[in-house]
């Protein structure tokens, strides 16, 4: 809607610590099929796929203002969402800026934890563990969408 300079009005001190509605989402460790954009039927099969249905939301990080989720249908019909997108050649796997991390991580704690000594001959193996990640489930419905790497949700009371 349109409306003119005249008629816009201060907002109101009480409306400006309001929580946020919407949380903006993207779903983690999936790239487009074809590269770096979306294809517009990849868009639809997401839109058709979470269409009025209530979501287990697993949140898998956090990247700028982004949250890295999975979505999980509550009518059990589908699993994750998407592993569904890969399913149906809109997407495949890739390695997210999570993932690096943890990678990272890992490698840090085998150059900390693993000792060779070279004069001796001995080596301490240590088992390895990956990072521990806290992974929150959530109940959701998503709101608005842009493709599967932008997209809305609002939380379940």
């Given amino acids: 809607e349109i409306v003119p300079l005249k008629r816009l009005r201060r907002l109101k ?3 400006t610590h309001v ?7 993207s ?4 790239t487009p099929r ?10 639809e099969s997401f839109k058709r796929l979470t269409a009025e249905n209530e ?5 898998k990080g956090k990247f700028q203002d982004c949250t ?6 509550c009518d059990g019909d589908i699993g994750s969402t998407r592993e569904f997108l890969v399913f149906l050649e809109h997407a495949c796997f890739s390695i997210s800026k999570t ?21 001796s001959v001995q080596v301490e193996a240590v088992e390895l563990t990956w990072p ?16 599967p790497h932008e997209f809305f949700v609002q939380l379940q009371l």
């Avoid at 929580?19 to 989402?25: E, H, L, R």
Wanted: net charge negative.
């Fill in 13 to 15: 001190t009480q409306f």
């Fill in 19 to 25: 929580p946020a509605m919407a949380i903006q989402c």
């Fill in 27 to 30: 779903l983690f460790d999936i």
């Fill in 34 to 43: 074809n590269g770096n954009t979306w294809t517009e039927e990849a868009v």
């Fill in 55 to 59: 979501f287990q939301m697993i949140t």
């Fill in 68 to 73: 890295e989720v999975d979505l999980l249908r």
């Fill in 99 to 119: 993932s690096v991390d943890n990678v990272s991580a890992v490698e840090d704690k085998v150059e900390e934890e693993v000792a060779i000594e070279l004069d």
């Fill in 132 to 147: 521990e990640t806290e992974e929150e489930y959530t109940l959701v419905t998503v709101s608005h969408i842009n493709s």
